[in-house]
């Protein structure tokens, strides 16, 4: 049997690696949510959110280059990964307390 992927596969997974990324981007808002002195910095941070999610909004609304292929799916998910990771390092660096 060959052990190569399907393309069908590989979107599985790619959707798989978004679905680990957002949850991970979760779990960072959540730690800065309930880290001590929040309540200092909530305005500015809940702004910062809704700001990204209009980001990402755009970002999703982009079509793949691979639009109408197979390889669209996994394009994007693996482009939207990639934005979530920005995102989640942007939060450790900006707002989450060391």
């Known amino acids: 049997m060959n052990n190569a992927m399907t393309q069908s596969e590989i979107n599985i997974l ?3 690696m978004l679905q680990l990324a957002n949850m ?3 779990l960072i808002e959540f730690r800065i949510w309930n880290q ?3 309540e200092k910095i909530e305005k ?3 702004a910062d959110c809704k700001a ?3 980001r990402a909004e755009a970002e999703e609304q982009k079509p793949s280059e691979f639009e109408g ?3 669209a799916p996994c394009d994007h998910n ?3 990964t990639f934005f ?3 995102r989640i390092e942007e939060l450790k660096n900006k707002w989450q307390k060391k």
Do not use: C
């Open 44 to 46: 500015a941070f809940m």
């Open 36 to 38: 001590h002195g929040y």
């Open 52 to 54: 990204w999610d209009k």
């Open 84 to 86: 979530v990771q920005k």
């Open 78 to 80: 693996l482009r939207m």
């Open 69 to 71: 292929g197979s390889m």
């Open 14 to 16: 790619s959707q798989y």
């Open 24 to 26: 991970e981007k979760y």
